[in-house]
């Protein structure tokens, strides 16, 4: 499976990757995860860049009610910070990644989903919690639509907490789509908009 993100607001994250498994990803067993992904925010009065890269290999657990996951591996970034004109870049850093996910249907109608990563390489947190009912408003295009919540924190203090809503689980040709939109809030200045967008697709 490939797969791509992105969330733009006061601070902007793409990434993208793939997803592996020795038999198939829609099935209990061992699973490995690549990806690539870049970011920047404000810092004071100036920004931050961040590029990073990860590889990832866990388990997945196929239940009546859902989907468990849970990874570990490692990671490395790299940071350049801009101010006043100059550009300083920050060393390679490397650390582990550990990686779970929930994919939970309580009822019929129902999506709850929870994901936490952890980096030790950028001393990161990121998490977000998601609940959805499922729509029909026509045939074809059924999501589940409800309100979510995700914290991001790092070595350098930055905090960032989003709410909003999402839609989840819906598909535009061979391509399976998960959007948001809502309030950002950082320490550092007001509330402002964010709009966040994920697609998957088969190999």
């Given at each position: 499976m490939l797969f791509g993100s992105l969330e733009a607001g006061p601070s902007t994250f793409v990434g993208t990757g793939a997803k592996l498994a020795l038999d198939r990803i829609d099935r209990e067993g061992f699973v490995a995860l690549a990806s690539l992904g870049a970011g920047t925010r404000r810092e004071g009065a100036g920004r931050r860049e961040t590029a990073t890269g990860a590889a990832v290999v866990g388990y997945q657990w196929f239940r009546d009610w859902g989907v468990i996951a849970a990874y570990g591996g490692i990671e490395g970034s790299v940071e350049a910070l801009t101010m006043g004109g100059a550009t300083r870049f920050?060393?390679?850093?490397?650390?582990?990644?550990?990686?779970?996910?929930v994919w939970a249907r309580p009822a019929e109608t129902t999506l709850l989903t929870a994901t936490a990563i952890l980096d030790s390489s950028r001393t990161a947190a990121w998490g977000r919690l998601s609940w959805g009912w499922r729509l029909e408003p026509w045939p074809g295009w059924n999501p589940y639509l409800g309100p979510e919540f995700a914290l991001y924190a790092d070595r350098t203090g930055y905090r960032k907490w989003n709410f909003g809503v999402h839609a989840t689980d819906f598909a535009i040709g061979r391509f399976?789509?998960?959007t948001s939109a809502g309030l950002q809030f950082e320490p550092q200045g007001p509330a402002?908009?964010?709009?966040?967008?994920?697609v998957w697709t088969p190999w």
């Open positions: 920050e060393p390679v850093r490397l650390g582990v990644r550990l990686h779970g996910e399976s789509l998960r402002s908009p964010y709009v966040a967008l994920t």
